[in-house]
């Protein structure tokens, strides 16, 4: 099932966070709406039966950096 990937890096040098573009992740399965693999001839009503028709839950994802953001490693220079 497809689900949305928030990213937030977080810069433990001068504390700051920066926010991704939300990046979708898709999953392989046919029984899902989003999904590369779902047949196209798989329509409602028969469709909202079978497959996902929603995302999953978006997962956040947030990596500590060890370093300055770009913003502030900028005003360094
Ligand atoms: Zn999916
Ligand atoms: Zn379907
Ligand atoms: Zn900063």
């Known amino acids: 099932m ?3 990937r928030r990213v937030r890096n977080v810069y433990l040098r001068c504390g ?3 926010n991704l573009p939300e990046e979708e992740i898709k ?3 046919p029984r ?4 590369p693999n779902h ?3 798989c329509v409602p009503p028969s ?4 497959c996902w028709q929603y995302h999953q ?3 956040q994802y947030a990596p500590n950096i060890d370093d300055f953001c770009p913003t502030c490693k900028a ?3």
């Open 32 to 35: 899902c709406k989003f999904s």
């Open 2 to 4: 497809c689900f949305f």
């Open 39 to 41: 047949p196209s001839d």
């Open 57 to 59: 839950f978006p997962q």
């Open 75 to 77: 005003a360094q220079r």
């Open 16 to 18: 700051h966070a920066v």
């Open 47 to 50: 469709c909202t039966q079978t």
């Open 27 to 29: 999953c392989d399965s």
